[in-house]
Nanobody
């Protein structure tokens, strides 16, 4: 049974940095594209970043391009999201997700496995 557990969220001021982690268990980690999504109060879940199973072919939402970096360490079964220059509009619950295919995806319906989420709050 696949399990994804996020960590690293917290309360920070605008301009600060955070690094989110997502540890996977229950399957060989190197197989499957992965993504980060987020959901703010009263809003739909939205795509943030995605990465191919081999660590290549990353993609980002326009609003985080240049500020966020997605990466993975297949030896440690861990997905990361480095978030720099945080803004108040980045406040949300952040979720990691895993596909059954090598490529990443920007679409939440392409991911059958999800973590429980970690809260990120950015104050002004």
């Amino acid at each position: 049974q696949v399990q994804l557990v996020e960590s690293g969220g917290g309360l920070v001021q605008a301009g600060a940095s955070l690094r989110l982690s997502c540890v996977m268990s229950g399957r060989t980690f190197r197989y499957g594209g992965m993504g980060w999504f987020r959901q703010a109060p009263g809003k739909e879940r939205e795509f943030v970043a995605t990465i191919r199973e081999d660590g290549g072919n990353t993609g980002y939402q326009d609003s985080v391009e240049g500020r966020f970096t997605i990466s993975r360490d297949n030896a440690k079964n861990t997905l990361y999201l480095q978030m720099d220059s945080l803004k108040t509009e980045d406040t949300a619950v952040y979720f990691c997700a895993l596909r059954n295919y090598a490529a990443g995806s920007r679409y939440s319906q392409d991911y059958p496995y999800w973590g429980q989420g970690t809260q990120v709050t950015v104050s002004s």
